[in-house]
């Protein structure tokens, strides 16, 4: 009995200066990996995951299909506007050429409701005019012929009847030639000219549109960066239903780091105050920046790190410190930011 009191007792002792190591330990991570005499000059300090400036953009197609081509590969280097990647767009290139046909066809109905009949109709309209009114001033003559001679007695009625209706039928006809001539020589009434202009209007919008859905098929870099990811190839299909990306991107001219500040240290953080990161794979060396952006909501940590005693569950503030120069920090990379005085 009293030997399994013994064991009893010294097993507590055991877990009890555990404990207490166990703490030690956890309480120190945040200074164990700082240089030597980073804690004493540092007014917070976190764990931090380096970033590109621009944060990671994923670039998708405006409209779904299959991809035709996808020009780039990760590690590229691409400038804002530059294609890379195309969808199938052999219909809407057959669409377009359908749209500026059909303006074409408006823009001549236009010109010719505007310009009016060919020199050749004119001519055409003038010559049967004249033609019908000679015939007129003939029928007319013979009218008055026959008139006459039925008062003499020389013709019948009947004769003089058909002379009268010779000239009535040439007047007709006189007319009409006198219109069309009128009509093809007249400028185009106004609704005319507004419905021609209306209808090319509308074929140019319909170009616009078909023009605009060809563009969406070149899938273009919307900065200046490097390609960090594809996620698609030649042949796959992409869609506007569901995130399908083409590939992730960056601006990685300048390096950030998302910082987790604890919530005990977010009192003497503010934008404007210098920095430095420091990383295991390169020693002691420190990067040094500045702090740009300053959150206003506390939540979980971002940042894990391998230590077995970490908490999950501190409430930290995420900071933002951008570096002068850490173009060899692989963006990514786990690194402890200090925060020092200004």
Known sequence: MKRSVIIGVGLATIIVLN??????????NAIAAAPPNAA?????AGP??????SEEIKVSAQIGGNLAQVLVDEGDR????????????VD???????AEAELSLRAAELRRVLNGARAQERQEAAASLAEAEAVLHNAETEQKRRSNLLADGVVSRSEADDADRAKRVAGARADAARQRFDLITADAREEDRSRARSE??????????????LEKTFIQAPINGIILRRHRKAGEAVSTQFESPIVTMADDHVRRVRVDVDEADVAGVAVGQQAYVTADAFGERRFPGHVVRVGQLLGRKNVRTDAPAERVDTKVLETLVELEDGRELPLGLRVQAFIVRK
Do not use: W, Y
Not at 92 to 98: G, H, L, T, W
């Open 200 to 213: 090319v209007s509308l074929a140019k919008a319909r170009l616009e549109e078909a023009r605009a859905q």
């Open 48 to 53: 931090g995951l380096v970033e590109p400036v």
């Open 78 to 89: 691409v400038t804002a506007g530059q294609v890379v990647a195309i969808l199938d767009n």
């Open 19 to 28: 404990l207490v190591m166990f703490r030690g330990r956890s309480s120190t």
């Open 92 to 98: 809407f290139q057959a669409r377009v050429k359908s």
């Open 40 to 44: 004493r000059h540092a007014i917070a």
